[in-house]
């Protein structure tokens, strides 16, 4: 299968790139602004270069991994939010009809309020953030535009191998190991999803050519997210007396997080062959 990740210099793209090489894949990968090798650079904005990938590269399938997750930063501008995870993604859709190739775009569990979690792909999105508010708007709008064929990927918590080392579990390694006393959540709940798993499924979806919704995360929508800061700091022997669980509003974070905001899995569990891991120790 030809596969194009686009953004694949992020933590989810970079284990879309390695897993496809690894299936015998022929792979075609792009970054913005983070280069690594095998990828090609690519400003999606550019009226020309992204058509001009589709027309030579021909893929079979697209994943689209661009978009801009800093959820704070999304809430104070909205404009950046919605160019970035709804107007270039949907230019990504328009050139994949045009050349017949599978699209997944992968989303958030912050599509929802967090009030009523885990939720399954039937729930009724209610964002909370701007964040949220403009992942939905791409869902709508890249299912608009491939005409109901895409893959809507809804993931959270993911962690794994990554240059950039920006995942949580980095997180807690950097503040722990300076001995940084480290502030995490007691109240939120959620999956931690394993990247190369996360990757595994979207591929076999595509595969399939599946279509529509589907929540591809880890096996359990109840992780604590204090909980797993522990897990964290057990696992490389870290000092977990710098862990300090507490509540959502006393991080005073500009944006609101929904804290029950599990995604359910038991569809893709059933449909795909892979299993997703609970915990994985990454170097």
Request: aromatic share 8%.
């Amino acid at each position: 299968m030809k596969v194009l990740i686009l953004g694949a210099s992020g933590l989810i793209g970079w284990n879309l790139f390695l897993k496809s090489q690894s299936l015998g894949h022929e792979v075609n990968g792009t970054y913005r602004s983070h280069g690594l090798p095998g990828l090609t650079p690519l400003d999606m904005g550019h009226k020309d270069l992204l058509p001009r990938l589709f027309n030579q590269f021909r893929p079979e399938a697209t994943f689209c991994c661009t978009g801009w997750p800093w959820v704070d930063g999304c809430e104070s501008d909205p404009e950046r939010a919605y160019h970035e995870n709804v107007e270039l993604p949907t230019l990504a859709a328009n050139c994949a009809r045009e050349v017949g190739s599978h699209l997944t775009y992968f989303s958030t569990s912050y599509v929802f309020d967090g009030r009523n979690g885990p939720y399954d792909e039937k729930a009724k999105p209610c964002p909370i953030s701007v964040y949220g508010t403009s992942k939905l708007a791409g869902e709508n709008a890249l299912l608009e535009a491939s005409e109901g064929k895409a893959v809507i990927a809804r993931t959270m918590g993911v962690y794994g191998p990554e240059s950039q080392r920006k995942n949580f579990v980095f997180q807690v390694r950097r503040a722990l190991t300076s001995g940084t006393t480290l502030k995490v959540p007691k109240d939120q709940f959620g999956n931690v999803t394993y990247a190369p798993d996360l990757a595994g499924m979207a591929l076999e979806l595509a595969a399939r050519r599946q279509s529509g919704i589907w929540n591809l995360a880890g096996p359990d929508p109840n992780v604590r997210r204090s909980d797993f800061a522990l897990l964290i700091a057990q696992s490389y022997g870290l000092p977990v007396e710098l862990i300090e669980p507490v509540e959502t509003s006393a991080l005073n974070q500009l944006a609101r997080r929904p804290v029950q905001g599990g995604l359910s899995i038991e569809k893709a569990q059933s449909f795909t062959s892979l299993k997703p891991q609970s915990w994985v120790v990454i170097p």
